[in-house]
T-cell receptor
């Protein structure tokens, strides 16, 4: 079983829609969680960390469910510029050991 | 603050030739990672360094790949000889001792083996 699993999509949504991605992880001892955004032919960039209590940054909300071992990313009022691949990353806490999901592709359509 | 610097940005080589990639991490980041990313896939870890020590190289194809981080700062990743299947983007990343802040990627080297 992979350490981190994501639905690869693609998700095609109209502008203004709300879209949510989930990511499951296998190691219950995982300690840190992140969402990265990767634009075409660019490197991944940190979008937001995911805190236990959930956190929000503008139109983006990240949540962690330790009992079910998944993290989620919610994007409200989608913009064309949100089109990208969203990667979830989990740190097991063992000496900076990070695991990536395969990424979820999002296309926001005018 | 300068980010993670990688060079070259692009490299095209013939199969069986050697190739090397260079990475300079963010100052103070003692953990350095080399990833390989194929089109439509997430990054796959090749090797992780804590300072100059390679602490996880289980996914590094050791028959043809090698890496070094001699002084615990810059790192090089080498492939010799390159194969067609090595065509990918090679990403370097670094992170601070506190893993809560995630890590930062360089812009990557896009390798094409022909």
């Amino acid at each position: 079983r992979k350490e981190v699993e994501q639905d690869p999509g693609p998700f095609n949504v109209p502008e203004g829609a709300t879209v949510a991605f989930n990511c499951t992880y296998s190691n219950s001892a995982s300690q840190s969680f992140f969402w990265y955004r990767q634009d075409c032919r660019k490197e991944p960039k940190l979008l937001m960390s995911v805190y236990s209590s959930g956190n929000e940054d503008g139109r983006f909300t990240a949540q962690l469910n330790r009992a079910s071992q998944y993290i989620s990313l919610l994007i409200r009022d989608s913009k064309l510029s949100d089109s990208a691949t969203y990667l979830c990353v989990v740190n097991t806490g063992l000496r900076n050991q990070f695991y990536f999901g395969t990424g979820t592709s999002l296309t926001v359509i005018p | 603050e300068a980010g993670v610097v990688q060079s070259p940005r692009y490299k095209i080589i013939e199969k069986k030739q050697p190739v090397a990639f260079w990475c300079n991490p963010i100052s103070g980041h003692n953990t350095l990672y080399w990833y390989r990313q194929n089109l439509g896939q997430g990054p796959e870890l090749l090797i992780r360094y804590e300072n100059e020590e390679a602490v996880d190289d289980s996914q590094l194809p050791k028959d043809r790949f090698s890496a070094e981080r001699l002084k615990g700062v810059d790192s090089t990743l080498k492939i010799q000889p390159a194969e067609l299947g090595d065509s990918a983007v090679y990403l370097c990343a670094s992170s601070a001792p506190d893993s809560r802040y995630g890590y930062t990627f360089g812009s990557g080297t896009r390798l094409t083996v022909v």
